[in-house]
């Protein structure tokens, strides 16, 4: 029987309590989850990817089946190269299901590749990379966004 692999795409800038969760309960589900961080050079990133890296490293730790990297260019290469035949998303409302939804059809077309899709927390729906960089940018504390 193959691994079930799964990558976790996302630009994680920052990662958040959201994201952890979803990473958390979808380990049990998974042989392997990759988190990839996409780097597009058309996004300003708050952090490097590599601090990015670390920060996630950090907040994964006692997850045993979990692994980072970063990648450029379309998920379904970065999910080839790791032999992952699952993309997993995290979805808060129906307009991120609408999104996802789309993205989702177009990879399974081009590659065959799932997507796995898990729904927020209700405690953590109203979080986003977005909102918390928001809030950081006017220098509100956000450690209860973040692991």
Not at 58 to 63: D, L
Not at 94 to 111: C, G, K, L, M
Not at 122 to 131: F, G
């Amino acid at each position: 029987m193959s691994e079930k692999v799964a990558i976790f795409p996302g630009s994680f800038d920052p990662f958040t309590i959201g994201h952890l969760s979803v990473v958390e309960r979808a380990s049990g589900l998974f042989d392997s989850i990759v988190i990839a961080i996409g780097i597009n050079d058309k996004k300003t990133s708050q952090n490097s990817v590599v601090e990015r890296m670390e920060q996630i490293r950090s907040a994964v730790s006692h997850i045993g089946n979990v692994r980072v990297t970063s990648y450029s260019g379309l998920t379904v290469d970065i999910c080839r190269e790791y032999g992952a035949k699952y993309i997993l998303r995290g979805v808060r409302s129906v307009t991120d299901f609408e999104y996802e939804q789309h993205i989702a059809d177009i990879n399974r077309r081009i590659s065959g590749i799932e997507t796995v899709i898990l729904f927020t927390l209700p405690e953590h729906s109203s979080v986003s990379s977005s909102i918390v960089r928001e809030l950081q940018k006017y220098g509100y504390d956000t450690k209860e966004f973040l692991p």
